[in-house]
């Protein structure tokens, strides 16, 4: 099975032509920065098997051991690479809501409220304001 994904402006693609590996989700502080969220969320693939269909992604070596890479066009975080992995976020793949995470990685650096979202309001956005939108982001397949 072929996985698919990008960055939001489309200029970085991707293929990964098998199987990927054990998504998980990792709360350290690096993987928070990087990532502009709580957490970093990651599927490993292998190397081999992963092609950039378009432009690759810049990187920024992150600490002694790894690497990010990011869209240099629109700022997308992308993978987490180590000399011997390489992993991919998972919200850039095409069908990401497929892809669940089995593991987590340092749990008790991520904030408290991010163990339990049920208690907070839900906010509705106001009518006709969602279908004045015109997204500028590429589509989630390829083009």
């Known amino acids: ?32 920065k990087a990532m502009g969220g709580p ?3 990651f599927v490993t693939v292998k190397r081999e098997e992963t092609i950039w269909t378009r432009e690759p ?18 700022g997308t ?21 497929e892809i669940t995470p089995t593991v987590q990685l340092q749990p008790q650096a991520g904030p408290a409220w991010v163990r339990d979202f049920s208690g907070l309001e839900v906010l509705v956005a106001p009518p006709g304001y969602l279908e004045g939108i015109h997204s500028n982001q590429h589509p989630d397949h390829d083009t």
Do not use: Y
Not at 8 to 23: N, T
Not at 57 to 74: A, M
């Open 77 to 97: 975080p992308l993978t987490f690479e180590s000399e011997k992995t390489l992993d991919i976020a998972i919200f850039t793949f095409d069908r990401a809501v």
């Open 57 to 74: 992604p810049s990187h920024f070596q992150s600490s002694n051991k790894i690497r990010r890479g990011f869209c240099p066009k629109c």
């Open 39 to 41: 957490f970093g969320a």
């Open 1 to 32: 099975m072929s996985w698919t994904g990008g960055c939001q402006c489309g200029a970085v693609r991707f293929r990964v032509d098998g199987e990927l590996g054990r998504p998980s989700i990792c709360h350290c502080r690096m993987c928070q």
